[in-house]
């Protein structure tokens, strides 16, 4: 991938940070988002439909139909999708779990999605080198 521009950067810094407190102190976490407005100013994005136990996709479709809208509008300049996943690639053959940040920005036609792994080693969540996709 191309270098990543900073305010990519930031919304990564920041939603990462977000998810890694939430699964050091709950162990899991539900999706949430985080966006950016045309000043850097940074908000977070939850969704409670009254389920105890939502499904993660709706969670997201709802999030993600939210921002896209405020990206046409103008009102977002940028917007992050957080969730928990469990991937299976070349370097993770047996599977990893991973937080997955799917990105958006107002010229972008398609949203990248970075992964960052983590394993539970002696009781401590380690984390390894991220990746992204397009």
Do not use: C
Not at 25 to 48: A, C, T
């Amino acid at each position: 991938m191309d270098s990543i521009p900073i305010q990519v950067t930031e919304l990564l810094n920041y939603s990462y940070s977000l998810a890694k407190a939430l699964l050091e102190e709950q162990k899991e976490f539900f999706p949430f988002g985080v966006s950016m407005d045309y000043e850097g100013n940074i908000k977070q994005r939850l969704v409670h439909d009254g389920d105890a136990f939502p499904l993660s996709n709706v969670l997201v479709d709802v999030i993600q139909r939210d921002f896209d809208a405020k990206l046409v509008s103008r009102s977002l300049s940028a917007y992050s999708i957080i969730y928990d996943a469990r991937v299976r690639n070349t370097m993770y053959p047996e599977g990893i779990d991973v937080v997955v940040a799917m990105v958006k920005g107002i010229h972008d036609e398609s949203a990248e999605v970075y992964y960052l792994p983590y394993k539970k080693i002696e009781g401590q969540l380690q984390y390894f080198e991220p990746w992204g996709e397009r």
